[in-house]
């Protein structure tokens, strides 16, 4: 019998996407195929969504998947702009620490993800229909096959949404 290691806890200090990551509530879409990934650091700034698009677009063109921009870089404003209004929001300043993207291919499918230092849960809103957003999840709902989080250790989230 070999013996067993422990999963790496991942902090929202030193995650970045090791070779071969991949969420494990969506291991079972993948197949073969090339694979490939690529990290942003998003600084606390309101340009830094336009920045995601772009490290995005330029990313996926790069792979030979531009027929993955459009829906790609609707989710990636919708996560980019929660991990930067709520992961980073209820953090102290002086401990401020940044949002990293990493976009991961496995084949045909592009996983983005997003780590923030913040504790609170992604959740599905149902906003009234006079209330200014609320609906961002649920756009990331409809463009993945699959979304999801973790929380990573001590404290942070990595929030998650596969496409293809």
């Not at 030193?14 to 990551?21: C, R």
Request: proline share 11%.
């Amino acid at each position: 019998m070999q013996p067993t290691t422990a999963p790496r806890l991942w902090t929202t200090f030193d995650w970045w996407p090791p070779v071969g990551w991949w969420p494990e509530a969506a291991r079972d879409l993948l197949g073969p195929g090339p694979c490939a990934s690529a990290t942003f650091v998003l600084p606390p700034t309101p340009s830094s969504v336009h920045s995601a698009r772009s490290f995005t677009t330029g990313s996926l063109t790069g792979w030979g998947l531009g027929e993955l921009v459009e829906n790609m870089e609707l989710v990636v404003s919708e996560l980019a702009t929660n991990a930067l209004r709520h992961g980073l929001r209820l953090t102290e300043p002086r401990c401020q620490r940044p949002v990293h993207m990493s976009l991961v291919r496995r084949g045909p499918l592009v996983t983005c993800a997003f780590t923030d230092p913040g504790s609170s849960v992604p959740v599905l809103r149902y906003p009234g229909p006079l209330d200014a957003g609320g609906l961002g999840l649920h756009i990331v709902e409809s463009l993945s096959h699959r979304w999801g989080w973790s929380a990573l250790a001590p404290y942070g989230k990595i929030v998650w949404a596969v496409l293809s």
